[in-house]
C-alpha cells in the first residue's frame, strides 16, 4: 500500500502505464482469496504455510510498480499476514464465546503464540 508519494504501474502486455498514489494497494486480491484457516488450526500445526491448498494457490502480478518520487510505502509480507489473520479467527472465536474465553484464561497467549510462530517462520525464508 502506498502511504505517500507517487509510483507508477505498467500493466499487461499492452504495457498501460498509470501513476497511482496514497491509499493504492497492490497484490491485495491474493491475499482476499487465500485459502480459510481450518477452525481447529494449532500453532504447531504446518497450515496455512505447507498446506496443499496454500501451495497451489499462487500470485503472478500482470503489472510491475516503479517508484517515482520519494515515497513511503507499507509491504505486508505472507506470513505476516497469515499471522495476523489466525490471530484475528482465534480472538474473534474467543471474543463470539464468553464461555470459551473463560474455559480457556490462555487465550491471548494462543494468539501470541501463532503471531510468533508465523513471524519466525517467515525469518527462515
Not at 497484490?27 to 481447529?40: I, K, N, V
Amino acid at each position: 500500500m502506498i502511504l505517500e508519494g507517487r509510483v507508477e504501474v505498467e500493466v499487461g502486455k499492452e504495457n498501460l502505464t498509470f501513476q497511482a498514489g496514497p491509499f493504492q494497494c497492490f497484490g491485495a486480491e491474493f491475499l482476499r482469496t487465500m485459502p480459510s484457516m481450518p477452525s481447529d488450526y494449532k500453532p504447531e500445526d504446518p497450515f496455512p504455510l505447507d498446506s496443499p491448498a496454500v501451495r497451489k494457490h499462487s500470485f503472478t502480478p500482470d503489472y510491475s510498480v516503479r517508484v517515482t518520487n520519494e515515497t513511503f510505502y507499507m509491504k505486508v509480507n505472507y506470513t505476516a499476514y497469515c499471522a495476523a489473520r489466525v490471530a484475528t479467527q482465534i480472538e474473534r472465536k474467543y471474543n463470539a464465546d464468553p464461555k470459551a474465553a473463560l474455559a480457556n484464561q490462555n487465550w491471548r497467549k494462543e494468539v501470541e503464540d501463532v503471531s510468533n510462530y508465523f513471524l519466525h517462520c517467515g525469518n527462515k525464508s
